[in-house]
């Protein structure tokens, strides 16, 4: 081969090859290669790469008409849809962030959302061994709603009241808001536009009577369920296997 050849060859590779490859390596593409013929006249290069769409350039599937979804939680339910993580189950996902609770059926349709109680403290792990300890017994730096993936079931209470287990291990439970002690103002507090008063309960979830009955009760009511708590300190990502971005 000539020296000319052999220049114009290199800077093809230089020119074509390299970005292609470093195109291709970038998370969320995959590189198919294929052989090819190098010929003086058409010059076309061995193991060309082909880019492939990345999860975030799948279509969304679910759109929030009306609803007060963020961007993490729709950017959570369109993996979930895509991935079929919730493996035909219904599934719930619990916003801290903003305290709203979104309830989707086992296809990925909205049935219902509201606002909700969490626990006390800001934080996305339960003490170990916390679900062994009476209620008097646990501090109010310790009372947080754990983030994570929980298989969730319908059970009952000590009281024999309807509630749907999330994390039985950790007593954490989703129930109907919890009115005993008029001084902490549950029912207030969930009827509140504001997220920050939401923080009250000793780690389970309260949501109103009305949409417990009519909602989370209905849906998960012959089935085990998937129930998705985001996470507040952690990013999305870091959780759940999401998109790598929000848009």
């Known amino acids: ?31 198919a290669k294929r052989q090819t013929e190098f010929s003086w006249h058409r010059m076309v290069l ?7 769409p990345s999860p975030i350039q799948s279509a969304q599937r679910v759109h929030f008409l009306d609803s007060r979804a963020s961007k993490e939680v729709q950017a959570t339910v369109n993996w979930i849809i895509d991935s079929e993580d919730n493996l035909g189950m219904p599934f719930m996902i619990v916003d801290k962030r903003e305290a709203r609770v979104f309830v989707f059926s086992a296809r990925g349709q909205l049935s219902g959302e509201a606002s909700a109680l969490l626990g006390l403290a800001v934080g996305d792990d339960s003490v170990p061994g916390i679900g062994e300890r009476a209620l008097a017994n646990i501090r109010p730096d310790e009372r947080t709603t754990p ?3 929980f298989v969730a079931s319908l059970g009952r209470n000590l009281k024999g009241g309807e509630i749907l287990w999330v994390d039985y291990e950790n007593a954490i439970s989703l129930h109907p808001v919890f009115t005993g002690n008029p001084h902490e103002r549950r029912v207030e507090r969930l009827a ?12 389970c979830i309260n949501v109103p009577k009305t949409f417990y009955t009519t909602v989370v009760s209905t849906v998960f009511k012959n089935s085990n369920g998937i129930v998705y708590v985001l996470p507040e300190t952690r990013s999305n990502h870091s959780v759940f296997a999401s998109y790598y971005e929000v848009k």
């Open 147 to 149: 983030a994570g993936r």
């Open 192 to 203: 509140s536009p504001q997220a920050n008063d939401n923080r009250i309960s000793y780690g």
């Open 1 to 31: 081969m000539s020296t000319i050849k052999a220049l114009c060859l290199r800077w093809l590779i230089l020119a074509f090859v390299v970005p292609q490859l470093a195109q291709a390596n970038a998370p969320g593409h995959a590189i």
């Open 46 to 52: 061995t193991e060309a790469t082909e880019i492939l």
